[in-house]
Structures are given as C-alpha cells and as structure tokens.
C-alpha cells in the first residue's frame, strides 16, 4: 500500500477512536443532566465506533500493514442542550462521511480495491448512522417539550 494512502488509513483509525471518546464524553453529559436512557444510548453509539476503529485496524493487519494508534483529542466536557446533542452529532457523522467518501476515492484511484471495498462498507453504515441522527431529531422537533424529551430519552434507553 502507497504511504500516503495507509497514513490517511491510520488517520482514519484515529478518528474513529476520537468519535468514540466524542460519544462517551456526551454519555457523561447526559447522565449528569438527568438523561440517563441517552447516557445509554451515546455509551452504545461510543463502542460502535471502537468496533469501526477495531475494523480497520484489523483489515491493515490482515495486508500486512503495521499499525500505529496515535493520541486522541478529549471531547467537549459541556453541551448547549439535549436536541443539541444529537444535531452535534449528525454533523460529526456528516464530517465522518465526507472523509470516508475521500479515502473511497483515493483507495480506488490507487488500484486498492480491497481497501475502496472496506470504506465502501462503511459508506453504508454511515447512511444508517446518519438516518438514525435525522429521525431522533425530526421527533424531537415535533414534540419540543419536557415530555417530549423525556420520552425519547426513554426510547433511546431501550437500545439493545
Ligand atoms: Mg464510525
């Protein structure tokens, strides 16, 4: 693999492992302003994220690539609110996707096919990450109260 290509490999890793203290650093938010169900719900999305990072790790290992893990930024320790919460996250995914839309186009301009199939994958997940963020938003939209927001923390509580 061009050194470029597994230095924006490894770059990604990182961001993945940076979405995931991001998460867990908005987990702490919310447990600590009384939103415990998406305190679950955002310790949820943060191990999903280690599973993303963990993925790509292991594809550079299986072709042979060494890996190399380099310090992640801290998340913010406050939010400006709950609905905030989850429109700062669809924008951190939007910016997920951009990237991963890139090292899609620059594995398959290297001929790394087996790469571009790995990113492509994640395209996917990020349609579905990205769907989830839109629907918890537009339902909280709807009903921009106490209760509404009390009901969705309920809701998000219930991820499996
Ligand atoms: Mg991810």
């Known amino acids: 693999m ?16 940076e979405s995931s203290y991001l998460y867990l650093s908005m987990s702490a938010w919310a447990q600590d302003n009384g939103y415990p169900g998406t305190a679950k719900w955002m310790e949820k999305q943060a191990e999903e994220e280690i599973t993303h990072g963990k ?11 060494k890996v190399i893990l380099t310090p992640i930024a801290a998340g913010p320790v406050d939010f400006p609110g709950f609905i905030e919460l989850f429109k700062l996250s669809l924008e951190h995914e939007k910016k997920v996707t951009a990237r991963i839309v890139k090292l899609y186009e620059e594995a398959t301009a290297a001929k790394e096919y087996a790469l571009a199939n ?7 997940e990020q349609v579905e990450e990205e769907s989830t963020l839109v629907d918890i938003i537009t339902r909280l939209e709807k009903v921009p109260t106490p209760i509404g ?8 509580g219930q991820r499996a």
């Open 2 to 17: 061009k050194k470029e290509l597994l230095e924006l490999a490894l770059d990604q890793i990182n961001y993945e492992f």
């Open 55 to 65: 993925k790509m790790m292991h594809f550079l290992q299986e072709v042979n690539e």
């Open 118 to 124: 790995l990113y492509s994958w994640f395209i996917d």
């Open 149 to 156: 927001v009390m009901m969705m923390d309920d809701r998000l």
